[in-house]
């Protein structure tokens, strides 16, 4: 498996994206938010350093069980995306403040709407669990976004409604094939999160934002 875009927080330890971009990493996905008031403190300046280091820059936003629309603005206002900048909901288990699938379409639509772009949305076992829910129309519109999925180990294994995963989060926390690092990051807990794209550099910077 070939690692091609890494997605970290400020719980990893960041030396040297030159170093990263230099080991074939193209893009760098950085959590910008989580619910309606939390920003990460690391996001300004390793998008800063991730532009000098030549790769491509993505934001996403931790769900949560908070209102749609507050969760939509913390996410602009503090990712502060430009035309370059991907954008993406992490719909994944949040047991504590937990985002239904309901509010997850809600923010995908309330994001196309302020952006006039779609994001991806990240997600493994939760959407594949829930996506029954959605109406006919819901599940169409949640499904016409890119999926990044989730699913450690060797063989990805696709929600309903999606033929194909964009990009494959196939390895982290340690679990997963190798490798688990990748130059200029540090790990927080075990492993760095690595994801792999079917394609070309090239192909990858028309998709990306």
């Known amino acids: 498996m070939q690692p091609r875009v890494v997605d970290i927080s400020h719980h990893n330890t960041v ?6 971009a230099s080991a074939g990493i193209w893009g760098i996905i950085h959590k910008a938010t989580q619910g309606r008031a939390y ?13 000098a280091a030549g790769l491509l820059w993505g934001a996403y936003h931790f769900n949560t069980g908070d209102v749609v629309r507050l ?9 502060q995306p430009d035309d370059r900048t991907l954008l993406v ?18 923010f995908l639509r309330l994001l196309e709407e302020k952006t006039c772009r779609k994001a991806a949305i990240y997600s493994g076992n939760r959407v594949k669990e829930t996506i029954g829910a959605l109406s006919h129309d819901e599940r169409a519109y949640l499904t016409s976004h890119r999926l990044w999925l989730c699913q450690y180990g060797p063989t990805p294994r696709l929600p309903t409604g999606w033929a194909n995963w964009w990009l494959w989060q196939y390895t982290g926390d340690g679990i997963g094939p190798q490798p688990h690092n990748v130059p200029g990051i540090v790990a927080g ?5 690595l994801n792999t794209y ?9 998709e990306w934002a």
Do not use: C, H, W
């Open 39 to 51: 920003a990460d403190p690391d996001y300004a300046l390793r998008r800063q350093a991730a532009k």
């Open 71 to 79: 969760q939509v603005d913390n996410f602009l206002t503090k990712a």
């Open 89 to 106: 909901l992490d719909y994944e288990d949040n047991r504590p403040s937990q985002m239904n699938i309901e509010q997850a379409v809600e």
């Open 15 to 20: 030396r040297d994206l030159r170093q990263t």
């Open 198 to 206: 079917i394609g070309t550099r090239e192909q990858l910077e028309k």
């Open 189 to 193: 807990n075990g492993g760095i999160d």
